[in-house]
């Protein structure tokens, strides 16, 4: 009996696999890969974008009353009552505005809008990729 199964396996030919198998298999391990590393940075821009829109307010609040504070919103509002004076005096003006101007606090708030922006892009973009239907592919 013994004798007989043995002669049976070594007249057995191995199923041989399918053709383009390994390319398949390495294929979707790429795919999946790659969903991997978009859903992280998914996530990353996501904290991003909610921290950035949670540092926007204490922001506003901090360039607007540096604003009233320096004094730059009443020269500012000078141009639209006395356009004469400013067009006679345009390098004083000009100089005086710059001094008074809140820099470090405008700086801030554009870097949180620009961060809150660009977070927004890119996870617009990777939530179109993951949350994409997927195609079927045979294994």
Do not use: C, H
């Amino acid at each position: 009996m013994r004798e007989n199964t043995e002669k049976l396996f070594v007249s057995l030919v191995p199923p041989e696999p399918p053709a383009g198998l390994f390319e398949r298999i390495m294929r979707r391990i790429q795919e999946e890969q790659r969903l991997l590393i978009l859903k992280r940075r998914l996530v990353v821009f996501s904290l991003g974008m909610m921290v950035s829109a949670a540092a926007f307010v204490p922001a506003l609040k901090m360039a607007e009353a540096e604003l009233s504070a320096s004094g730059f919103l009443r020269f500012l509002s000078l141009a639209f009552s006395d356009f004469e004076v400013i067009t006679a005096y345009w390098q004083n003006f000009a100089l005086t505005l710059l001094e008074t101007i809140p820099a470090i606090s405008l700086a801030l708030l554009l870097a949180v809008i620009f961060v809150f922006l660009g977070s927004l892009k890119f996870l617009a973009r990777d939530i179109k990729v993951v949350f994409a239907p997927k195609q079927l592919t045979n294994i």
